[in-house]
């Protein structure tokens, strides 16, 4: 019983401990960032203006959590074209990792390569995280919505990986 409850704690901690906090707050300029797509073509926010944007990050290509919140995006993709969303993953995996990931699941939008760290870091989505009672540093799994004129409406860090397109349309 002793080590059931000593589980349950150590979780909610890592739990906690796996929140990050962005700076970014609803109503900031989100910061403009120039990085390659799957593809290895240049994307730059800017290039985006007029269109509103879901931002994601996540911690790395085919893992449970982020094949999960990525298939619950793709899965819901006609409704985020039907209101004028365009979708864009990020994370720290190469164009060879991304481009397995994509044609795995069939994902229908581009993820964008961060293997420097400046995207992360630009949004300040990077940190210490806790897994299996380990210390280790990596991206907290937090999600912007930008509107057209490239100001953030939304900031979700507790990310619901199975109803993500809940969380962000609601």
Same mark, same amino acid.
């Given at each position: 019983m002793l080590n059931r409850i000593i589980s349950y704690?150590?979780?909610?901690?890592?739990?906690?401990? *796996?929140k990050g906090t962005t700076h970014l707050k609803?109503?900031?300029?989100?910061?403009? /960032?120039?990085?390659?797509?799957?593809? %290895? #073509?240049? !994307?730059?926010l800017s290039d985006y203006r007029g269109k509103k944007i879901v931002l994601y990050f996540y911690p790395?290509?085919?893992?449970?959590?982020?094949? =999960?919140?990525?298939?619950n995006l793709r899965d819901n993709y006609s409704k985020f074209r039907e209101k %004028?969303? !365009?979708?864009l993953g990020v994370s720290?995996? *190469? #164009? =060879?990792?991304?481009? =397995?990931?994509?044609?795995?699941y069939n994902l229908p939008f581009n993820l964008l390569v961060d293997t420097d760290k400046?995207? !992360?870091? =630009?949004? $300040? !989505? /990077? $940190?210490?995280?806790?897994?299996? $009672?380990?210390?280790?540093?990596?991206?907290w799994r937090t999600t912007f919505i930008i509107d057209e004129k490239g100001i953030i409406e939304k900031v979700i860090t507790e990310v619901d990986t199975e109803n993500h397109t809940a969380q962000l349309l609601s």
């Open positions: 704690v150590i979780r909610k901690f890592e739990t906690f401990m *796996n609803e109503g900031d300029k989100a910061p403009d /960032f120039t990085t390659k797509n799957e593809l %290895g #073509e240049t !994307v730059k790395k290509d085919d893992t449970t959590g982020c094949t =999960k919140e990525s298939c %004028g969303y !365009v979708i720290n995996d *190469n #164009e =060879k990792s991304h481009q =397995k990931f994509i044609k795995k400046e995207v !992360v870091n =630009k949004y $300040g !989505v /990077f $940190g210490e995280k806790v897994l299996f $009672g380990k210390p280790s540093e990596g991206i």
